[in-house]
């Protein structure tokens, strides 16, 4: 029962809004018609609207490019024949992936012959250790039997000479033993480089092969790449900032990103770094942009558009762009003064201009003050004019807006009074 109540109200309350709004559109019209009986044969007719109440945006959008979050080129160790390579351009590549197999057979041989001098020199280093204790053994006998006076110097010395050859022997055979080690290590490192995997220190698991440079079969050599390898999982969008915008630009701040590739889609960017130096040639800083790209729709390369909001202003009063006008080298606009329907230059200072709006900083309007838009170049300070019955009409329009907007409150207020009343009964 109350909801039918409550549907009644907003019929009755429609119908009246329209019956309003009629009235006053030919109220408007009768108006219109006296007045035009009335007015100077040299009044302008003119086209006027009053200052809104609203949110400006002021935003400002930049063309740039797309480029990998980064990229790397993969290129050999050692040089032999590429004998398989398992990845083409476009490809995903995972973290620890093998990317290719070199010929091994030279490196292998190496690490075989570095292995068996090892053996050699391990098995000379035993022979060495052997006769160094030997020798040992005699320099100590002979030392007992010198104090005894058994032995005579020359044969004691001998055996000392003899003991300290075997020793620096023995530091050599050392020396030697650690070589092969040394040797037999980097022929396995070079045994182990002719098998390439994929490795990063950073990011994401996932990388893309941006490019191939070489086939199967090849030579390959240090310093020349195979692969180039890209992270794309988020993309860097790269922007030229004109030195006026510059220092409203913040690390952090939101941007929309757009592109040709995908009309209607909006991508979610971030301000990621600002250059702290403007190219002298076009004035300019550099931007950084950093966008998840998860699904890797984009592409370095791509061209894109990029919308960042530098500041908000809100319930700022603004009028239409039309409507400002220069007298005297003064920006302003012309009001209707009501009272004898002639018009009035206003000077104004302006705030955030758009493509639509222009925002008002001084003087603030009232909601009476009708402003000129259209006809205003043929007016000067205390020319009569004539409101054009297109305005008069959106006027009214613009009334029957506001008083159907206050119905539907009213209604809603009274459908929650019920309820509200309910819950308190129980």
């Avoid at 050392?174 to 950073?202: G, H, M």
């Avoid at 913040?250 to 190219?279: H, K, W």
Wanted: hydrophobic share 40%; with cysteine.
């Amino acid at each position: 029962m109350g909801k039918k109540i409550v549907l009644l109200v907003l019929i009755v309350a429609f119908a009246a809004i329209a019956v309003f709004a009629w009235q006053r559109y030919q109220e408007s019209v009768k108006e219109a018609e006296r007045k035009a009986q009335k007015r100077p044969e040299d009044a302008v007719v003119v086209n006027v609207v009053k200052a809104e109440h609203i949110t400006m945006l002021d935003e400002r959008v930049y063309s740039g490019t797309t480029q990998a979050w980064s990229t790397f080129d993969i290129d050999p160790e050692v040089s032999a024949k590429l004998v398989s390579l398992k990845f083409d351009i476009g490809d995903q590549i995972k973290k620890g992936d093998l990317i290719a197999q070199l010929d091994d057979s030279n490196y292998d041989q190496a690490v075989r012959q570095a292995q068996a001098e090892l053996e050699v020199a391990k098995a000379k280093d035993v022979e060495v250790k052997a006769l160094l204790k030997l020798r040992k053994s005699q320099y100590e006998r002979l030392k007992l039997l010198l104090d005894r006076n058994a032995t005579s110097d020359s044969e004691f010395e001998n055996a000392e000479s003899a003991m300290k050859v075997q020793e620096a022997a023995l530091i050599q055979s050392e020396a030697n033993i650690q070589n092969c080690e040394a040797r037999l290590a980097a022929a396995k490192v070079k045994l182990d480089d002719t098998r390439i995997f994929a490795e990063w220190n950073s990011g994401s698991d996932i990388r893309h092969v941006g490019d191939r440079y070489v086939d199967e079969g090849s030579l390959v050599s240090p310093g020349k790449p195979i692969l180039k390898i890209i992270e794309i999982d988020r993309i860097k969008a790269r922007i030229p900032i004109i030195e006026r915008d510059f220092r409203f630009l913040q690390v952090g701040q939101r941007a929309e990103v757009t592109t040709d590739a995908y009309p209607g889609t909006t991508f979610e960017g971030t301000v990621e770094m600002i250059s702290n130096e403007l190219a002298e040639s076009t004035r300019t800083v550099v931007a950084i942009l950093s966008i998840p790209n998860m699904d890797f729709r984009l592409r370095p390369g791509m061209f894109v558009r990029v919308r960042i909001v530098l500041s908000e202003h809100r319930n700022t009063q603004a009028i239409p762009p039309n409507a400002i006008l220069s007298r005297n080298d003064q920006r302003g606009v012309f009001i209707i003064d009501q009272t004898d329907q002639t018009a009035k230059f206003v000077p104004v200072q302006t705030g955030l201009e758009t493509r639509t709006r222009v925002e008002i900083t001084s003087p603030m309007f009232n909601d009476n003050d009708m402003i000129v838009t259209v006809g205003n170049h043929m007016l000067e300070t205390g020319k009569s004019v004539e409101i054009s019955q297109l305005s008069r009409l959106h006027m009214a329009e613009n009334l029957a807006a506001e008083a159907a907007k206050k119905a539907e409150q009213q209604a809603a207020e009274q459908q929650a009074a019920p309820a509200e009343s309910g819950d308190k009964a129980q």
